[in-house]
């Protein structure tokens, strides 16, 4: 198991891209990650190292990876690095298609 900050280091070495604790923890927050596999104790959220590779790609596709921002507006990127949804509801912490 990992927590959030060896997680971040690990993927940022493997990536080449600078991964932020605190981007993890929001997709965490956000529930693009499972709180449930990687619950939090004492303190720390544990991440098993079998769920690595599932952050990797919800990294990619949130497009969160520094290399994959960079042709975005700051508009488009806030300044967690995490790129904006138009479609998260706050309130409900749910994302979705807008409705018509």
């Known amino acids: 198991m990992r927590t ?3 997680v971040a280091r690990y993927l940022s070495r493997e990536t080449g891209c600078t991964i ?19 619950p939090v104790v004492g303190n720390h959220r ?6 690595l590779p599932a952050i990797l790609q919800v990294l990619r596709d949130r497009g969160l990876l520094s290399h994959e921002i ?3 507006s700051k508009s488009d ?3 967690d690095g995490l790129q904006r949804d138009q479609n998260f509801d706050a309130g409900t912490g749910q994302t ?3 409705e018509a």
Request: overall charge negative.
């Open 77 to 79: 990127v806030n300044q």
């Open 70 to 72: 960079a042709g975005k």
């Open 20 to 38: 932020s604790p605190q981007a993890l923890s929001n997709l965490f927050y956000r529930r693009f990650l499972d709180d449930i596999r990687c």
């Open 4 to 6: 959030i900050s060896q």
């Open 96 to 98: 979705g298609e807008a």
């Open 46 to 51: 544990l991440i098993p190292e079998d769920y």
